[in-house]
């Protein structure tokens, strides 16, 4: 099993210090769809995409600019999750994702 590094930085430490490992799926058909650092507390509405753990064609999208972004999609029965938008307030391309459009289950925490 591979084993994920969490990240340790300032907008984890914005958050209370501690994070979750979520792992995401489609709501509709169940579909996996990503491993995802859930920072701090709250309801997950957006999803930053430095803090996609995998698969890794999703988690390779850090760094590349929000322009360049695709829509979140359900690989299985393609489902709209999430649409790419700049989070302002930190400058983090994020998914804002469409209000129960997935289901989370907490797999590790750290
Ligand atoms: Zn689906």
């Given at each position: 099993?591979k084993?994920?590094t969490?990240k340790?930085?300032k907008?984890?430490?914005?958050?209370?210090?501690?994070?979750?490992?979520?792992?995401i799926?489609?709501?509709?058909?169940?579909?996996?769809?990503?491993?995802?650092?859930?920072?701090?507390?709250?309801?997950?509405?957006?999803?930053y995409?430095?803090?996609?753990?995998?698969?890794?064609?999703l988690?390779?999208?850090?760094?590349i600019?929000?322009k360049?972004?695709?829509?979140l999609?359900?690989?299985?029965?393609?489902?709209?999750?999430g649409?790419p938008?700049?989070?302002?307030k930190?400058?983090?391309?994020?998914?804002?994702?469409?209000?129960g459009?997935?289901?989370?289950?907490?797999?590790g925490?750290?």
């Amino acid at each position: 099993m591979k084993v994920f590094t969490l990240k340790r930085d300032k907008f984890r430490k914005a958050r209370g210090g501690y994070a979750r490992i979520l792992e995401i799926r489609c709501e509709k058909c169940g579909h996996f769809l990503a491993l995802y650092q859930k920072d701090g507390p709250g309801p997950l509405k957006r999803m930053y995409v430095d803090r996609i753990l995998a698969p890794e064609d999703l988690a390779n999208l850090r760094g590349i600019s929000v322009k360049k972004l695709p829509s979140l999609s359900c690989k299985h029965c393609r489902q709209l999750i999430g649409i790419p938008y700049l989070y302002q307030k930190e400058k983090r391309p994020t998914f804002r994702l469409f209000e129960g459009s997935v289901t989370k289950k907490i797999i590790g925490a750290s």
